[in-house]
């Protein structure tokens, strides 16, 4: 091999050399990168779990307490409708009993204490049209 | 609507300061409005904040401590929590003191209202504890319930239910003093037309399970021995009584217009946000809401 042959084939060796260390050190840095891209995506995916995971458990919660909430009203309508039927056989059962038809409404409940009894209504067979007025 | 024709019978009876009247087209018996007459009674008994053995007394003396209460009770104070929540605290059944303070301390059938000095006020943002488990209620020490109109509205619904169970009766309508409910058929019914006596009344329809209410604050008002004016409803964010408004609503029940015509006295520019037929004066003007003028018969 004639020295010139010789320089050519050491600068071309140079090159070649040169670009792969600056191809090395370039992926080295694109995947510091990328790992630390990965890193913030990871951590940004685990709190998103959390906070979807917290976010189920209220929802849930809520779900339950408006279950219990349907089901309370469902049982208290049933009650309702129970006394006010109870109430229309007593009345059916007897006029006079119209007084104790009310005490479904679960009159024990009233103050001891109150007023003994309940005004008892007039006929009206002329009243003034209904009306907002004294409200 | 197919037919509005007015009730021409009823029958009348005094209870919660005012009078009631269950009108109908003939067919309520005197027994089934005797029941009626005795539902409203005991309602009265418990939630009347004149008569020191109701059961709202009973919460307000022993306000800062659990008090048991009886089932309706608890039914009508978590409709109390649930309005204020929903309210955002503007309808806040708490201002017991206030209300006293500013001079309505007893019933306006046996004393005039008035105070010899006018409170400074300030927020009342407190709420009710309830436990339905154990069938009490707590209040927080400091602080007074007033149930007010919630109470009067909350029985007509209930007179109401009673009354649609105990007769067959197509036309049924229970006024409680000016709280109104259309159990069966519709109705034309009058409302305030302003906020002073002179303007005239109008009149409206009332279909068939809904409920109408008008508050304002030209009833029961009064003057302070030191001037200032006052009347029976209190701004919660102020503990003061609110400028001159009047407010009607329909909706589809009694408590729910009342609640909703206090909640527009106290912010009449909420009105643009209320989808159900409503109407709001002020000394600015009126306005309306909701489709009002199409329910409107002037």
């Not at chain 2, 006052?230 to 407010?247: K, N, Y």
Request: one cysteine or more.
């Amino acid at each position: 091999m004639t020295s010139a042959a010789i320089r050519v084939y050491t600068a071309i060796v140079a090159l070649v050399c040169t670009a792969a260390i600056t191809f090395a050190l370039s992926a080295h840095d694109r995947s510091q990168r990328w790992s630390e891209q990965a890193a913030y995506w990871e951590s940004m995916a685990a709190r998103t779990a959390h906070h979807d995971r917290l976010t189920d458990r209220r929802m849930r919660r809520l779900a339950v307490r408006y279950n219990r909430l349907v089901a309370g009203t469902r049982r208290s309508q049933a009650r309702l409708l129970h006394a006010l039927k109870a109430a229309e056989r007593q009345q059916l059962a007897s006029a006079s009993s119209a007084a104790a038809a009310a005490t479904v409404y679960r009159s024990s409940y009233v103050s001891a204490g109150g007023s003994a009894s309940a005004p008892v209504p007039a006929p009206t067979p002329a009243p003034p049209p209904p009306t907002t007025k004294a409200s | 609507m197919a037919t509005l024709t007015r009730p021409l019978e009823a029958w009348t009876w005094p209870a919660m300061g005012t009078t009631w009247r269950l009108y109908h087209g003939g067919g309520v018996s005197a027994e089934a409005a005797e029941a009626v007459t005795a539902l409203v009674h005991a309602d009265e008994q418990r939630w009347s904040r004149f008569l020191p053995h109701s059961e709202l007394c009973a919460l307000n003396s022993g306000a800062g401590s659990h008090v048991p209460v009886s089932p309706e009770t608890i039914d009508v104070l978590r409709a109390c929590a649930a309005w204020t929540r929903a309210t955002d605290g503007l309808f806040q059944p708490l201002v017991g003191i206030a209300v006293q303070a500013w001079g309505y301390g007893r019933s306006m059938l046996e004393a005039e209202a008035g105070a010899a000095a006018s409170p400074a006020g300030g927020p009342i943002d407190a709420r009710i504890e309830i436990d339905p488990d154990r069938g009490t209620a707590r209040i927080p020490d400091g602080r007074a319930l007033d149930l007010g109109g919630i109470a009067k509205s909350w029985t007509v619904l209930r007179a109401g239910r009673l009354a649609a169970v105990l007769t067959d009766e197509p036309r049924l309508l229970v006024d409680g003093g000016g709280d109104l409910y259309a159990v069966r058929g519709d109705h034309l019914v009058d409302v305030a037309g302003g906020l002073w006596a002179e303007e005239p009344d109008l009149r409206i329809e009332l279909h068939a399970d809904e409920g109408v209410a008008t508050s304002s604050t030209a009833k029961r008002r009064w003057r302070n021995a030191d001037g200032v004016e006052a009347h029976h409803l209190i701004d919660p964010e102020t503990g003061r009584p609110c400028p001159p408004a009047q407010a009607t609503v329909c909706a589809p029940d009694p408590v729910t217009a009342d609640v909703l015509a206090t909640v527009l006295c106290l912010r009449p520019g909420m009105i643009g946000e209320l989808a159900l037929p409503s109407r709001v004066v002020t000394e600015a003007g009126e306005r309306t809401g909701g489709g009002w003028e199409a329910r409107c018969r002037r």
